[in-house]
Structures are given as C-alpha cells and as structure tokens.
C-alpha cells in the first residue's frame, strides 16, 4: 500500500506512484517534493501564479503603493479576487490601466486606506460588466460572429392577444 498525497493546484487525493512530481529547492537548500496529479496541473498553478504577480505588479503601479506589504488591501482584493478570479482582474487591468491611474490621480485622499477602497469599488463595479462582454465574445467566437436567421414560422411568433374590455366608470356600473 502506497502512501497518499493530494494535488497542490486541484486538491484530488492520488498516490504517490501516480502523481507528477516535482522537486523544488528552498531558500534554505532543502529540497521539497510537491505531487500533481498531472504536469498539465503544475502548468496551471505556475500561470496562475504569473498572472497573480502581474496583477500585484499592476496594483502597485495604479496605487502608487507597496501593495504586498499592505495587509489591509490584501484583506480586500481577496474577496474580489474570490468573485472574478486574478485572470479577469488582470485583463481588466490591462486594458483600464490608463483611465484608473488618471481617475486616482484626479482626487486628493488624505490616507492611502482611502485611496484603496476608492480603487476597489472602481474596480468592484467595473468588472461585473468587464466580466460579461468577455464572456459574450468568448461565445460569439465560439458560436461564429455571422449568425442568421433561417427562415420560420410567422404563426409561431406572432403574439396571441384577446380584446379587451372597455373601461366603465362608477356611473355605468351603478346604472346596471
């Protein structure tokens, strides 16, 4: 019976025999054997982990603050980060790097917390949107951009009505 392990990058629990493996120095010349379940597994954790950096390398530059070492803005753009994902934040900060640096340059804040939470419901608010249009040109290109319509039935679009009654007034009705 052979020893168990989990993947780092999706958590399924394999064995040892089964998994990648993969050997990392340390810091402090140790080696450390970390198990996949494939090698397709450790190239998405090691793109994830790029994306991240960019990420933070783009924060620091819009804020003009040391983003990792400041705890409260990690605290905050974890939940964001759990809602759309840094893949998501990253295009989105890719394309309204500009416009973002402008908008915080144009307002005066007397505490960088203030200029963080100004920057995280910018970005809060802009990416629900930024996130649908992705999605509906990821659809468009897969469906095909030029989509006609076949020819079809007028009997079953068209809209079954009955008439209305007229309006009566009180008059009317006491009449009766």
């Known amino acids: 019976m052979s020893r168990k392990c989990k993947c780092r990058y999706c958590g399924k629990t394999?064995?040892?025999?089964?998994a990648y493996k993969h050997e990392d120095l340390t810091d402090n010349l140790i080696f450390i054997r970390e198990y996949y379940c494939t090698e397709q597994c450790f190239l998405n954790l090691?793109?994830?982990?790029?994306?991240?950096?960019?990420?933070?390398i783009r924060f620091d530059r819009i804020l003009e603050i040391k983003t990792e070492t400041n705890l409260y803005f990690r605290k905050m753009i974890k939940d964001v980060a759990e809602t759309y994902g840094y893949e998501v934040i990253q295009k989105y900060l890719i394309a309204e790097e500009v416009e973002l640096i402008e908008k915080l340059n144009s307002i005066r804040f007397s505490?960088?917390?203030g200029r963080i939470n100004y920057f995280l419901a910018i970005l809060q608010n802009s990416l629900l949107g930024y996130?649908?249009?992705?999605?509906?040109e990821k659809y468009h290109k897969s469906v095909g951009t030029s989509l006609q319509i076949e020819e079809f039935d007028e009997e079953l679009f068209t809209a079954r009505t009955r008439k209305r009654k007229k309006r009566r007034n009180l008059d009317e009705i006491f009449d009766e």
């Open 131 to 136: 996130k649908q249009s992705l999605e509906e």
């Open 111 to 113: 505490t960088p917390n």
């Open 46 to 56: 090691i793109k994830s982990k790029e994306i991240k950096e960019d990420c933070f």
């Open 14 to 18: 394999l064995t040892v025999e089964e």
